[in-house]
């Protein structure tokens, strides 16, 4: 902590009787205070990191195995839970049925393929072609469900002669119907005794409920889609909600999971996943999130490279602190096998797969893990399908004669595979179909959000995990450590009433740096103030540079406070102006989830900022007595509730006001108070109720708190004090509220 910043009365009174007239508080000391509130020089910036480059899709991610099982478990745990929520899965979405329609069986020598549509939404499907053998099995099928990637058609893909003649000569096929290289692998494994279900990926082939080139191609921003009233996918109003298509695709592949487990015929205990390219990112993430498939197969997709280019395999918080390999690694300790190229896996037996390797040798199943690199393009052809072969016939007990020697088969034709006909007319693809998709997910979220308004002490441990739990994971930042951070004092400004230090505080761990400027009274009762503002440390100042009336009433009673500029205030600008928009990263398609899947949102960044200065002032050789937090704004009010809740007990009373501020009143994609998931986790009124039970003081929203706070607190029997005066009032009131008890 600063220099003597809370140092006892006495050093600050023998500070005090050394300091000449002319530093007197009330004289000369107001000008030499006076100076411009800059902790580093005129037109420096703080060395800190997230002043960078943006981390992107493109870039670097290895991955550090833990050391242990009981290191994993944890990790685990959070990791699992960051890709449910990214994907909008925390909660799981109602269940509501399938009503699966199975029909138009096509006939082959040694199985038989059927069309299924199965109903995963209000307006969304899941559609695809269901493989059987034919010959009797020996007890319940194992089953091998087949999503798709990036193959032009998808289901229907057929490769042209040119390509499939190159395929031929490079030997990536053997067969004639080898141009069907994803019939191919479902016919094989039905051959082996697999149910095989080949499952069509949003916006191909038969699933064009939501259209490709939204699914696939979105590039540009939709004002007419981006309101509260009326939004669509990819808009400010869908992030907020965690509504993205990897998680509705993800959500297509735990129902059809859900389906094939409730076959009387399959053995739900010997189900496998495998799908290359965008299908190997639907394999490992459905394998991250659900426990149930025993063995997973992502073919050329894990890897420290490229992680997946598509709008479909990317999302707000997916990869934040993570990446593709440990996402994989969420499989184990179940077999997982893999496959690379001459593309972005190419380095996958050097990078990634050593490294899962030792993670499965900790958790005692060495032989679980395995992948080879073939000198092919990107691809799922002949020589790694029968690397899958061997890899689910070994995990799946399919019982067959090794090695798997693949046969020639008689495609499908596109008549014969599609699965919409007269009698099954295909849904259309249109803007109010994608309306009525997401209102039906919005409003299955506003109802469990409902029902986990907190009644009794076990509904409210069930909000704080399931809420608190998601925050957690937005925020992506606990409170730093004691031997986290470093301090460096540029000036300290001595006063007969007063010390000042300007202060450069630092979290070595992550590189970042806050400018602050921290008041110390000679009267220092030994408690400190953290106090944030919608602008930073220089609104809190008057012009010519002293304390503003209520900061001075607090350093007045003995109260020292520290004022700091947060992420990209103050001196993190250059040009002084505040930030109008969020960063993003140089992709050109304005797509939230291509920056904040891999980098903090900037609110979250604030919030880190305010959990370093609490931790600075927790963790000080002088032990205060109370750390108290105050946020009065728009900005700074939901970010002081944040960091009160992220930080539990190290912050004793909260004065919190919000100006009436709301996420859901968001329309801009890129504004800096975005925070993908507020408005899902209940927004403002919701991540209030998760302060309790802090002493809270509470402005900006009306004579009564929220319902949901008041009863919050009830509950946890705690206090909040509502403050319902004009705005110019709240400050001193809410000082007036932290003095209580205090002096």
């Known amino acids: 902590m600063a220099d003597d910043f809370l140092t006892d009365r006495r050093t600050a009174l023998k500070l005090a009787a050394l300091t000449i007239a002319s530093t007197s508080i009330m004289g000369t000391p107001r000008r030499v205070m006076a100076d411009a509130p800059r902790v580093l020089p005129a037109a420096s910036l703080p060395a800190d990191a997230r002043l960078g480059v943006l981390k992107e899709l493109d870039h670097y991610f290895p991955w550090k195995p833990s050391a242990n099982v009981s290191e994993w478990r944890q990790r685990a745990e959070y990791v699992r839970r960051q890709l449910m929520v990214a994907c909008g899965l925390w909660p799981m979405p109602t269940r509501h049925p399938l009503n699966p329609i199975v029909h138009g069986k096509v006939d082959r020598d040694d199985y038989t393929v059927e069309r299924v549509i199965l109903q995963t939404g209000d307006g969304l499907y899941c559609t695809g072609s269901l493989y059987r053998p034919k010959a009797p099995p020996r007890g319940k099928l194992p089953a091998v469900m087949c999503p798709h990637g990036h193959w032009q058609n998808g289901r229907f893909h057929e490769h042209t002669e040119a390509q499939f003649q190159q395929e031929l000569n490079s030997k990536a096929e053997s067969f004639p119907s080898g141009r069907f290289p994803l019939q191919a692998r479902c016919v094989q494994l039905a051959r082996m005794g697999c149910l095989v279900f080949l499952y069509d990926m949003l916006g191909y082939a038969d699933n064009t409920s939501l259209s490709f080139e939204l699914v696939h191609r979105f590039g540009k921003q939709r004002d007419d889609l981006s309101s509260p009233e009326k939004w669509g996918m990819f808009s400010a109003q869908s992030e907020l909600r965690c509504l993205n298509i990897v998680g509705l695709q993800t959500w297509n592949s735990i129902r059809v999971l859900d389906w094939i487990s409730s076959m009387d015929d399959v053995d739900a205990d010997r189900i496998g996943v495998t799908g290359a390219s965008g299908g190997g990112t639907q394999t490992f993430i459905l394998g991250g999130v659900d426990p149930r498939p025993a063995a997973l197969f992502p073919a050329v997709m894990v890897s420290t490279a490229m992680q997946g280019g598509c709008t479909c395999e990317n999302a707000s918080y997916l990869r934040v602190n993570t990446g593709n390999i440990e996402l994989a690694a969420l499989i184990a300790p179940r077999p997982l096998g893999m496959t690379a190229a001459d593309d972005w896996t190419v380095d996958l037996e050097t990078k990634g797969l050593p490294e899962l390797k030792q993670h499965y040798a900790m958790l005692g199943v060495p032989d679980h ?180 009336a209520e ?176 705005a110019p009032g709240a400050a001193a009131d809410a000082v007036k509220w932290i003095l209580t008890g205090i002096v």
């Open 551 to 726: 900061v001075q009433q607090l350093l007045d009673a003995g109260v020292s406070v520290a004022i700091p500029d947060l992420m990209l205030q103050g001196e993190f600008l250059a040009n002084g102006k505040p930030v109008a928009q969020a960063r993003m990263v140089k992709n050109p398609r304005e797509f939230v989830g291509f920056t904040a899947g891999y980098n903090h949102p900037l609110f979250s960044q604030r919030v880190h900022d305010v959990l370093t200065m609490i931790a600075f002032c927790k963790f000080s050789k002088y032990e205060p007595s109370g750390v108290h937090l105050i946020g009065l704004g728009r900005t700074a009010g939901p970010i002081a509730a944040a960091a009160a809740f992220q930080a539990g007990n190290a912050v004793n009373k909260v004065a919190i006001g919000t100006g009436g501020f709301r996420f859901a009143s968001l329309t801009n994609a890129y504004d800096p108070m975005l925070l993908p998931g507020a408005v899902k986790y209940g927004d403002v009124p919701g991540l209030l109720a998760l302060v309790a039970p802090h002493p809270l003081w509470l402005a900006g929203e009306g004579e009564q708190p929220p319902s949901l706070v008041a009863t919050s607190y009830q509950v946890a029997k705690g206090s909040v004090n509502s403050y319902s005066g004009a």
């Open 369 to 548: 893990v395995e992948g080879k690199y073939r000198s092919f393009p990107h691809n799922y052809n002949q020589p790694s399908r029968l690397m899958m072969y061997e890899f689910f016939n070994k995990h799946l007990k399919l019982g067959q004669q090794s090695p798997v020697v693949e046969r020639d088969f008689v495609p499908l034709t596109r008549a014969e595979a599609t699965v919409w006909d007269a009698e099954h007319p295909a849904p259309e693809s249109t803007v109010e179909n994608e309306l009525r998709i997401v209102r039906g997910f919005a409003v299955d979220q506003d109802n469990q959000f409902a029902a986990l308004t907190p009644k009794d002490g076990d509904s409210l441990n069930k909000y704080r995990d399931v809420i608190g739990g998601a925050w957690d994971v937005m925020i992506g930042r606990k409170l730093p450590g004691k031997d986290d951070f470093t301090q460096e004092n540029k000036d300290k400004v001595e006063g007969e009433d007063l010390l000042k230090f300007r202060t450069l505080i630092r979290l070595t761990k992550h590189g970042e740096e806050i400018p602050t400027l921290f008041f110390l009274p000679r009267n220092c009762n030994k408690h400190v103030a953290v106090w944030i503002t919608d602008d930073g440390k220089s609104s809190l100042l008057k012009a010519d540079g002293s304390p503003k």
